[in-house]
């Protein structure tokens, strides 16, 4: 049996994560574990990959999945491609900018007090399953990376994350941390759906490359030691090389 896995970025108008899921999922599969994690409903599901040009290293192209009974691997994904999740649905409380139309709540309407009370609504769905805006601690994160003015962008994250920094990066699929220092701050080739990128050399071998991704160097490590984080997963602090055998007497 093929256990490989390969690293992807979801997108959704309300969530972003990182997921390792195996190459060879038909789209219909894909769609039915997409559902709790986007709140769309799979039927309501457009998909678009988007990974790098196989003849230009400094582009990416974009296709939608639209056929079901196709696998992940026919369309050609690769390691760190990102979906892009679009909800189809008009009526769909999910599609950006439907909390603004003011129009389409004419007909009924709930305090907040009552809205927070019910657990069938789309808010609910996302507190249970710490989706969006009720991901606690990306999102006290991202509040703290709010930069007004967006060309000053890198140069504000690299005094937030100095290099050569210990640091440590939030989980989505773990309970424990993963700890290292900063060795880059910037933009990269390999994704260019998030502007800035932070580069970290793990103390274990959790990581996904040696500081170079599809041919371009940013930093350098040991094999699997170097990964590539979004800013709101990094803590930088006093956060001292994990001794396994601390406890031990």
Known sequence: MNTHLVTIWISSTDSFSERRISPHLLISQLKVKLEPITGIPAKSQVLALTTSSP????????????????????????????????????T?????????DVSQV????????????????VRAFKERNKLGRFADEVKARQKKLEIDDDE??????????PLNARCKISSLTHESASRGVIRFVGPVEFNKNHRIWIGV???????KNDGSVSGVRY??????????????????????????FADEE
């Open 92 to 100: 769909s409380v999910t599609k950006a900018g439907q909390y603004n």
């Open 201 to 207: 050399e793990l103390d274990e071998p959790n990581g």
């Open 219 to 244: 930093f350098t490590c040991q094999p699997s030691h170097g990964t590539f984080i979004q800013p709101e997963r990094v803590e930088v602090g006093d956060f001292p090389i994990i001794d396994p």
């Open 55 to 90: 003849d230009q290293s400094d582009s990416t192209q974009t296709i939608f999945l639209n056929d079901d009974s196709r696998t992940l691997s026919q369309y050609g994904v690769q390691e760190g491609s990102t979906i892009d999740v679009i909800d189809s649905d008009p």
């Open 152 to 161: 000053n962008l890198e140069e504000s994250l690299k005094k937030r994350f």
């Open 106 to 121: 004419s007909k009924f309407e709930l305090s907040s007090e009552e809205y927070e009370s019910r657990r069938d609504t």
